[in-house]
């Protein structure tokens, strides 16, 4: 199964409670997540796949950002202008 985030209204959730955002770095719409080692980045379109041991995401379409950024941050990625 395929899910494009950027067909999403900007503030929704998507799972794993990720915000649909506007991603600063090429302004298409798409999922913030936040990695175990703390860089972020914005997921545009992933693949999912059923398997016997459980279920594989792999993104598709991501842009990396820059490193973390603090929770206040989000707030401004949740522009809905441009």
């Known amino acids: 199964m395929t899910e494009d985030f950027t067909e999403l209204q900007v ?3 998507v799972s ?3 915000p649909v955002v506007r991603c600063p770095r090429c302004r298409r719409k798409g999922a ?3 990695r175990l080692n703390g860089v972020r980045r914005c997921v545009h379109v ?3 796949t059923v398997r016997a041991d459980g279920i594989l995401i ?3 379409d991501v842009c990396e950002l820059a490193g973390p950024r603090p929770e206040s941050v989000a707030n401004s990625l949740l522009d809905k202008s441009a």
Do not use: H, I, K, V
């Open 32 to 34: 913030l997540e936040r």
């Open 46 to 48: 992933e693949q999912s």
């Open 58 to 60: 792999q993104p598709t």
């Open 11 to 13: 503030g929704s959730l």
């Open 16 to 18: 794993s409670a990720r």
